[in-house]
């Protein structure tokens, strides 16, 4: 254990006051009695996180430590924190806990025992303990003997930084320091900063072991055959890897090594904004007690969550144990990827509904991470922008871009992985004139992709992204896959597709450590 580790559980349990692994239904208890948590009819614990219903990118901060400086890609999401800054932090937390009830959640993170690592979260609410419980990974009866920490997340939401002297933007802080093995949260009661600060630490160590840490979603088939789906908000990761024919390994945070994927979490985090039985059926069954929904609507008249109620957040929060999805894989692995597919919402309507990529291509589109983000919500006044993140996960990866880059392009290539960019956004003009492809047509697409139907099919090349594009797909109409062919107007397409182009050609100059065949792609 690190030495500032040990200090921290030591000054906390002479404070007679640490209450370690208590069960769902204390941690329940106490949050309903004590922190305004609610239950709801269907049995899930609602609470409300404040003014932070969200992450706070620009307050994270990595402490800049001899060791890891040279390795870490210093940018605007991966800012920078002096030691002495992380010291007064550090400090502070200690002087804060000396009165406090605390909750220690004592697990793992990583379903493969060989990059298992052994976490410590200490909180100040007892909602967020279970959310650490239903997220990570419980111990097994005797796992706790001799335990010792990887790192310690110490989460204290009621905790201020003072940006004057403590070196940070604001009085929100997320700060990871590796030579220490503390995260250090204060300021913010939103859940999701617990999970990506543990996410992004194993997106830190596992390349050293050559092991490839990825922000996507992982089902298997009766087969044994492994699809990975890579995306950001609003792609359908969650929706499309939940599939009634094949189980579940993970929802969001997994690692790749020669002997097939692991999930990194016990839990799921499911956005659940506009939540339906119909649409999403295995999500909303998974929501019952046990859950915790962050800045949900409770209808007042039903006790029931109202999922199409945003007044708080759009950003609506389930976080629940994988068992409750029916079917998951309880273990959490599965064998090396078949079938990858990248998701992007591209709300231009220009790109492909679906397109096989090679080796160069998924390595382009990996490192591009594209969707698009919407300026607005009313109609005829709506100018999309495409939007990219390294990786699909820019905020959560400190390390070189290439390096992540170069192990999914070695691991495609030695086991002959397909890989297929899916787009669930917009058909026959952008967004405001055309309409989103339709879910049973995206659903259709990538179910041919993972059972092997595409690799029978004929391929046309866009003229403009060169991506090679199915004449036809079983359970699709043969017109939607050419998106050229939705359009009214094709040059007011060719006009718009030429756009797009250029803009991940100016976002791909910022990757010049890259191979010359994948800057080459576009």
Known sequence: MSSLSEQVYSKVL??????????????????????????????????????CTGRSPKDRFIVDEPSI??????????????????????????????????????????????????????????????????????????????????????????????????????????VISFEKRIVLIGGSKYCGEIKKSVFTVMNYLLPFKNV???????????????????????????????????????????GWTDKGVFNFEGGCYAKCINLSKEKEPQIWNAIRRGTLLENVVIDPNTGLPDYDDARYTENTRAA??????????????????????????????????????????????????????????ETGIVEPVPTFSTCFGGPFMLLKPEVYANLLGDKIKKYNVNVFLVNTGWTGGPYGIGERINLKFTRAMVRAAIDGELDKANYVTHPVFKLKMPAHCPGVPDDLLNPANTWDNIS???????????????????????????????
């Open 69 to 174: 400086h040279d390795y870490v890609d210093w940018n605007s999401n991966n800012l920078p924190i002096s030691t002495e800054s992380f010291q007064r932090l550090y400090t502070k937390a200690l002087d804060y806990m000396q009165d406090k009830e605390l909750f220690v959640f004592e697990g793992f993170v990583s379903n493969d025992e060989k990059y298992r690592m052994p976490i410590r979260v200490i909180n100040e609410f007892a909602f967020q303990n279970l959310f650490a419980q239903q997220l990570f990974i419980k111990p097994k009866p005797g796992e706790l003997k001799g335990f010792v920490p990887g790192f310690t997340i110490i989460a204290l939401p009621d905790l201020k930084a003072d940006p004057k002297t403590d070196g940070t933007r604001s009085e929100v802080f997320i």
């Open 492 to 522: 007011e397409y060719n006009n718009k597709a030429k756009e797009l182009a250029d803009h991940f050609r100016q976002n791909f100059q910022k990757y010049q450590d890259v191979r010359e065949d994948v800057k080459k792609i576009n």
């Open 320 to 377: 629940f144990p994988i068992e409750h999805m029916e079917d998951a894989i309880p273990e959490g692995k599965g064998g090396v990827p078949q079938t990858i597919i990248f998701l992007t919402a591209d709300a231009t309507g220009v790109l492909p509904p679906i397109s096989k990529l090679t080796q160069q291509q998924a390595m382009y589109y990996f490192l591009s991470g594209y969707t698009s983000k919407l300026a607005g919500t």
């Open 212 to 254: 490839l840490p990825m922000h996507c979603s992982a089902n298997v088939g009766q087969k044994g055959d492994v699809a990975l789906f890579f995306g950001l908000s609003g792609t359908g990761k969650t929706t499309l890897s939940a599939d009634n024919d094949r189980r579940l390994i993970g929802d969001d945070e997994h």
């Open 14 to 51: 002479k404070q007679g006051k640490v209450r370690t692994n208590l069960t769902i239904g204390e941690l329940t208890e106490i949050a309903v009695k004590k922190e305004g948590g609610y239950i709801s009819k269907n049995g899930a614990l609602c609470v409300n996180t404040g003014k």
